[in-house]
T-cell receptor, first 114, second 111 residues
């Protein structure tokens, strides 16, 4: 089982370019998340999806859009990249069992916007 | 002020030392408390999970929650070089839909 996979692993964009970060899970969990991680800032939630077809904004949604077309995949789109979006992006899913919520993370996408 | 505060370190200790990592928080609605470990250039992975106040032990790791002080700790006994990583605290309310993370503490255990 691959768990949570992300593509690409690395990306360099120029200001104004667009791109989509892909995330897929084979764990059959309903909830999926997109975070960004910047030095000293921990993980900040961009968007999340509680189930297929639903999405909600997190702490830092500006400049991003998401799409949850099916249970397995949750993509993050940057329509017009800015240098402030240089970061490491993590996708995660969440398992709920017996009152315990555990999030599983992908390996991350390192994005640089010039 | 951030909802969850964590000293960024780095914290450098000799092998075999006892390590104490801490977080403070301001939101009294937080009920679930977690510690994630993140190795360099990897995604975080769950290390410890606790509910409400009290202690939880798992091998060399002990998680402690003091809700009255809004303070959580992770203790690592007999630290090993393989424990070198960034440790992130995280917490959520009863709904559990979203986690709020601390900034992470980088730990280095030297042989």
């Amino acid at each position: 089982n691959a768990g949570v996979t992300q593509t690409p692993k690395f990306q360099v964009l120029k200001t104004g370019q667009s791109m989509t970060l892909q995330c897929a899970q084979d764990m059959n969990h309903n909830s999926m998340y997109w975070y960004r991680q910047d030095p000293g800032m921990g993980l900040r939630l961009i968007y999340y999806s509680a189930s297929e077809g639903t999405t909600d904004k997190g702490e830092v949604p500006n400049g991003y859009n998401v799409s949850r077309l099916n249970k397995r995949e949750f993509s993050l789109r940057l329509e017009s990249a800015a240098p402030s979006q240089t970061s490491v992006y993590f996708c995660a899913n969440q398992k709920r069992a017996g009152g315990r919520n555990e999030q599983f993370f992908g390996p991350g996408t390192r994005l640089t916007v010039l | 002020q951030k909802e969850v505060e964590q000293d960024p370190g780095p914290l450098s200790v000799p092998e075999g030392a006892i390590v104490s990592l801490n977080c403070t928080y301001s939101n009294s609605a937080f009920q679930y408390f977690m510690w994630y470990r993140q190795y360099s250039r990897k995604g975080p992975e769950l290390l410890m999970y606790t509910y409400s106040s009290g202690n939880k032990e798992d091998g060399r790791f002990t998680a402690q929650v003091d809700k009255s002080s809004k303070y959580i700790s992770l203790f690592i006994r007999d630290s090993q070089p393989s424990d070198s990583a960034t440790y992130l605290c995280a917490m959520s309310d009863n709904a559990g839909n979203m986690l709020t993370f601390g900034g992470g503490t980088r730990l280095m255990v030297k042989p």
